[in-house]
């Protein structure tokens, strides 16, 4: 059987791609908490001063700060998942290039390898499932502190007024 050198790439080219998408799903949730984070804060300023910003902004003010602290125990939580389901990705990656090299110069067992590279790949993929769920958790509490908002509550009013009649240009 002749030897293919673009064996050992496609034996990679999963784990690679995987933790090129663990990496955009870090990015996001970096994004996502640091805003959080300064929401956050600012509930927490408001409520230090007892100024009654939040009770304007929201139906239930420490049901709202209760969601935002909640949203960023979640983003936390599926960036540490992310950060190991990159860690584990690359960690396949890399086994998949080193083991294609010790299967055809050092005669290593392929099965070793393959099994090395299915339970890392699978833990990596298992993390990853896990930050998503984290991830779908708290947008579903930024869902619920928009339906605490009051005017998300409400309906929007009907337009009484044509585009024209509003500029003046009534036909």
Known sequence: MPYDPFSALSFITGPAILTNACAI????????????????REFRAS??????????????????????????HMQLRALGLLNAGVALFATTTVCGLVGAFLVQALSVPSGAVSLVM??????????????????????????????????????????????????????
């Open 25 to 40: 799903l870090q990015n996001g949730a970096t994004t996502r908490y640091n805003l959080a984070i300064t929401q956050w």
């Open 118 to 171: 299915i339970v890392a790949g699978g833990a990596a993929l298992a993390v990853m499932l896990a930050a998503l769920g984290a991830l779908f958790r708290e947008g579903a509490c930024s869902r619920a502190m928009v339906r605490l908002h009051p005017h998300a509550s409400e309906r929007p009013m009907q337009r009484t007024t044509t585009p024209q009649a509003a500029l003046g240009d009534e036909p």
């Open 47 to 72: 409520v230090a001063a007892d100024d009654d910003r939040l009770s304007l902004l929201y139906i239930d003010p420490e049901r709202a700060l209760s969601l935002a602290e909640r949203r960023i």
